[in-house]
């Protein structure tokens, strides 16, 4: 137990639409190194939360008829569902709409402008809502956002402003002189090339065009500016500035702060600058992520090809999913999810190398030595020397990996230790050792290494998966002393512990089977409107209501409308009354399909005629005006003519 502290957090998300799965890259990236030095000793402190102001935010909660609060507390809900199903271990959840973080924000607003570093001046420039950004007229692209290539607003307001400018040349000295601060390097190139070099301008740090943000308390008419307000969390959660600031004063500077490689910018820039102002250390490190992007594109609501990591969970488990984005994605780089390359990943690694390891060798303890893990005799020198060798490189050949957080390099160096154990079985032959008495000696040394190479893979793979080390030792019947990175070393294990047969670590899944169920496209499909999904109406009393007379109708006959290209005409029962209806829904029913359902009909609505019919009332369909369709009915079976209030 080295007992140091070690401060890591991820960005805070926006609670704007549902996280997917490369919002989840980030935090289970995140998490792994927390756990990863949690078990190396270190009093890790891993921060996470929620994003909830902003200009974004007010719209769509007013889109939706509901307070932003009441908007924002919902999805925030989710996201930390989402992280108790992935195992997520934040020992921090800030948001930034709790009243500490918000007071925080006014005091750091207040300090900068009270010692000059922000002042009020009149504002003229364009602002891109979706990404919460100020550009200037020569940065758009095509006169466009030149993150998103959304349209930007041309935004005139009188505004306070930082003076980033009077900070540059210090921020640029120190990215010099501390080639760690940002990595990998070519982001810190990136920022000194596009942004610092060229020359910061002051930034615009208030709003005052929307109210949903932190108020400048001493110019109420004025919100913080979402970045600066963002920014703060990583201190105000530890309470900085409070009287109670017994975290910050532990765990300040962050270690590591992991950052999607589109908001570098602002973590490098803006937030070290307002560290600068504060007069407060600066983070030792800001990493930048690539993204996990689908056929090339990132992943986004809005190109439809969002991948649900709830859905993917529920089918693969969580060690599945975890592992695919650990191993799949090089750190710092972009990688690309497809539902082939996770199954291949979970069929190649987790089920034929390390599941089958686990399950040949428990087999063979219990076979042939009463499930009892025999203590090693017969050594072989040339063939268990390269064995024990291996075994004993692996933990410090994965720590120089994590020194680094090259992540999936460290799990390739698990897997490097699990692939000589199966080729150890391929040239040992423990199946022909078996038949002497001779053979069997040493057949009790290969059972033995190969129960205790896998004790050793399963403490290393802690940090990474959450289910998968525990499931190993209880079938190794591993005591708890010998699953603690103290006891890593190989030749450790005890000889006489009983073994335990479990289920597969991983079922194997067939492929093409599996793809053709999750559709064509390769993706789970996810049901999504093909519009924002409108505001509540007005209110309206029960006498408005009680006028449309509701009623549960049988379809007895469905027939096209000859020449019309979406209707249907309807022949209905209602109470002992026939109606003719003609209905919109062509191209979701066949005249099949509805024959003996009950449906719901707006029995006193005029008459109209459609297409030369006449029809006499309308039914009820639930719809995006858009792909998605539905007729809506009762959910038992009950007589028509019923009314429905
Ligand atoms: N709210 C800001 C962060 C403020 S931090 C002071 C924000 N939120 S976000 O919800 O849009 O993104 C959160 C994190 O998820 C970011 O690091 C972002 O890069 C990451 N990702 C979003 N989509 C991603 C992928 N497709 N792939 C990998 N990471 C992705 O930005």
Redesign the pocket.
């Known amino acids: 137990m080295n007992n140091k502290p070690f401060y890591i957090t991820?960005?805070?998300?926006?609670?704007?639409d549902k996280?997917?799965?490369?919002?989840a890259?980030?935090?289970v990236a995140t998490d792994a190194i927390a756990r990863y030095k949690r078990q190396r000793g270190f009093d890790v402190y891993f921060l996470t939360g929620?994003?909830e102001h902003g200009q974004k935010i007010e719209r769509k909660a007013k889109e939706r008829g509901v307070t932003p609060q009441e908007y924002v507390d919902h999805i925030v809900d989710g996201f930390v569902s989402l992280w108790k199903l992935m195992d997520v271990s934040y020992d921090g959840f800030i948001r930034t709409t709790d009243p500490l973080h918000v007071a925080c924000v006014q005091r750091i607003f207040k300090q900068l402008y009270e010692q000059g570093d922000i002042y009020k001046d009149a504002y003229e420039g364009h602002y891109c809502t979706p990404c919460?950004s100020f550009w200037l007229e020569r940065q758009l692209k095509d006169g466009c956002c030149p993150d998103c290539n959304r349209p930007v607003e041309l935004v005139q307001e009188e505004s306070y402003y930082f003076r980033l400018s009077k900070y540059a040349d210090r921020l640029i000295a120190h990215i010099r002189k501390n080639p760690d601060f940002i990595q990998p390097p070519s982001r810190a190139n990136e920022m000194l090339q596009n942004f610092l070099l060229p020359g910061l301008e002051d930034l615009c740090v208030s709003r005052t065009s929307f109210q949903w943000g932190v108020p400048v308390d001493f110019d109420e008419k004025h919100v913080v500016y979402?970045?600066v307000d963002?920014?703060?969390?990583?201190i105000s959660a530890l309470g900085y500035g409070t009287e109670d600031d017994t975290l910050y004063q532990k765990y300040w500077p962050a270690d590591v702060q992991?950052?999607?490689?589109?908001?570098v910018r602002?973590?490098t820039i803006i937030?070290p600058i307002l560290l600068m102002a504060l007069g407060q250390p600066l983070p030792k490190q800001v990493f930048g992520?690539?993204?996990?992007?689908?056929d090339g594109g990132?992943?986004?609501k809005s190109k439809g090809n969002v991948v649900d990591p709830v859905q993917l969970c529920a089918r693969y488990g969580v060690d599945a999913l975890r592992y695919f984005l650990l191993r799949e994605?090089p750190f710092g780089s972009?990688?690309v999810f497809s539902n082939e390359t996770l199954i291949y990943r979970i069929n190649n690694d987790l089920a034929n190398d390390l599941g089958n390891l686990l399950s040949r060798t428990v087999a063979m303890i219990d076979k042939y030595f009463g499930g009892e893990i025999p203590a090693p005799d017969a050594i072989n020198i040339e063939v268990d020397d390269s064995l024990f060798s291996l075994a004993a490189r692996i933990p410090s050949e994965l720590d120089a990996r994590m020194d680094t957080w090259h992540i999936p390099d460290a799990i390739a160096e698990i897997n490097r230790l699990v692939s000589a154990c199966n080729k150890y079985i391929d040239v040992t032959a423990p199946w022909l050792l078996a038949k002497t008495e001779e053979g069997k000696r040493r057949l009790a040394t290969v059972l033995y290494n190969l129960a205790e190479c896998l004790r050793v893979a399963a403490i290393l793979l802690i940090p990474f998966l959450t289910q998968t080390p525990g499931k190993i030792f209880a079938q190794l019947g591993t005591p708890q002393d010998l699953r603690d990175i103290a006891a890593v070393a190989f030749g450790q294990g005890r000889p006489g512990a009983k073994v335990e047969k479990g289920e597969a670590l991983f079922p194997r899944i067939d492929l093409e089977k599996e793809l053709a169920e999750l559709g064509a496209a390769g993706a789970p499909k996810e049901i999504a409107p093909a519009c924002e999904i409108p505001p509540i109406k007005e209110e309206i009393g029960y006498d408005d209501f009680s006028k449309v007379d509701f009623r549960l109708a049988k379809v007895l006959a469905c027939e096209e409308v000859p020449k019309a290209k979406k209707l249907l005409k309807l022949q209905l029962a209602v109470g002992g009354e026939t109606r003719t209806v003609v209905s919109g829904i062509k191209k979701w029913y066949a005249p099949t399909d509805l024959v003996g359902k009950t449906v719901v009909l707006v029995a006193n609505l005029k008459p109209a005629t459609i297409c030369g019919v006449e029809s006499r009332g309308m039914i009820l369909c639930a719809s995006d005006e858009g792909d998605l369709l539905s007729v809506v009915g009762p959910m038992v079976e009950l007589p028509d003519g019923l009314v429905v209030r």
């Open positions: 991820t960005p805070i998300y926006y609670p704007s996280l997917h799965i490369g919002h890259y980030c935090t929620a994003d919460e979402v970045w963002a920014l703060s969390n990583y992991i950052v999607g490689k589109e908001i602002f973590h937030w992520h690539g993204w996990l992007v689908l990132k992943m986004s994605v972009d990688g």
